[in-house]
């Protein structure tokens, strides 16, 4: 069964940078055709996948329009995770942020959530 | 604004059909080539994948609970309701336009 943890501060103040950290239990990170993606959601934009990083005999990363200048996805092989950074931060990015495994077409692995809230 | 489009509330009496429509465009639920998936989502909890591939279910999802797509859009169908499945439904693809997975607002389900 894949577990997925997610660790990382609940409040970042305004400029600064969200980090936040995934740890999977139940599968690797180096998995091939799977991605490990991070997806948020707040009142006022819904559900919003953010990207992926996935391992196809290179590492790749993918990022949504809106926040591509802003964002990192990398993974960490020897602890088995992956982390989210998403830089210069506004109270819109203030959401429940998830990380979420893709096995194939299907969200099917999703760990507890993470309110950030962005805030001076 | 999501490019794809959900309506906002459906409800029924326990025992009856619920059908959550899921209307895209060519760009994402018309391209054949990118499935649908339909997610439940409790309150205080995260989303659980109901349905994937457009019409396949999760170990543990009961045959009470169907997906279908056609042309650009897609349906989710839950039958013989129960007080359980009360909460928010979300469909979700790939959008060949934007580069990303894109979900729908998203549906409550209210059991009368």
């Known amino acids: 069964q894949v577990q997925l943890q997610q660790s990382g501060p609940g409040l970042v103040k305004p400029s600064q940078t969200l980090s936040l950290t995934c740890a999977i239990s139940?599968?690797?990170?180096?998995?091939?055709?799977?991605?490990w993606n991070w997806i948020r959601q707040s009142p006022s934009r819904g559900l919003e996948w953010l990207g992926r990083t996935y391992y196809n005999s290179k590492w790749s990363s993918d990022y949504a329009v809106s926040v591509k200048s802003r964002i990192s996805i990398n993974s960490d092989t020897s602890k088995n995770q992956f982390s989210l950074q998403l830089n210069s931060v506004t109270p819109e990015d203030t959401a429940v942020y998830y990380c979420?495994?893709?096995?194939?077409?299907?969200?099917?692995?999703w760990g507890q959530g993470t309110l950030v809230t962005v805030s001076s | 604004q999501s490019v794809l489009t959900q309506p906002p509330s459906v409800s029924a009496a326990p025992g009856q059909k619920v059908t959550i429509s899921c209307s895209g465009s060519?760009?994402?639920?018309?391209?054949?080539?990118?499935?649908v998936s339909w997610h439940q989502q409790l309150p205080g909890t995260a989303p659980k994948l109901l349905i994937y591939q457009d019409n396949k279910r999760p170990s543990g999802i009961p045959d009470r609970v169907s997906g279908s797509r056609s042309g650009t859009s897609a349906t989710l169908d839950i039958t013989g309701l129960q007080t359980g499945d009360e909460a928010d439904y979300y469909c979700?693809?790939?959008?060949?336009?934007?580069?990303?997975?894109?979900f729908g607002p998203g549906t409550k389900v209210t059991v009368l």
């Open positions: 979700g693809t790939w959008d060949n336009t934007l580069s990303a997975y894109v």
């Open positions: 139940g599968d690797s990170v180096s998995s091939q055709s799977v991605s």
């Open positions: 060519r760009s994402n639920i018309g391209n054949g080539r990118h499935y």
């Open positions: 979420v495994r893709d096995g194939g077409w299907k969200y099917d692995y």
